[in-house]
């Protein structure tokens, strides 16, 4: 654990510095997510619980949920995926990995 200091530069495009991005990521993760509120039952006290959580969470929003303004996956708009996942394709990715570490 620690910090690092380091000097970041460049020529960003001022009209998409926003902290209205991250704001509205950081509530789709709440959202959609309910271990990061403790007044659940699905509250995780484990860091790696929440590790885990978030990786599924991440791998649904990117590879299997369409996005309404790109109309696809942001996977498939990067061009990482040509098509849209589900979620038989993320517990094969779990399947495969368990395969792996036996």
């Not at 001022?14 to 991005?21: D, G, K, L, Q």
């Amino acid at each position: 654990m620690g910090a690092r200091k380091a000097v970041v530069s460049g020529n960003p495009e001022y009209a998409h510095v926003s902290t209205s991005y991250v704001e509205r990521h950081n509530l789709t993760i709440r959202m959609g997510n309910r271990r990061f509120t403790r007044l659940t039952n699905a509250f995780s006290k484990k860091v790696e619980n929440h590790e885990h959580m978030l990786a599924l969470f991440f791998c649904y929003y990117n590879f299997c949920r369409i996005h309404q303004s790109l109309r696809v996956t942001p996977a498939m708009e990067s061009g990482i995926s040509s098509r849209v996942w589900g979620l038989e394709d993320i517990v094969g990715l779990l399947e495969s990995d368990l395969e792996k570490a036996a």
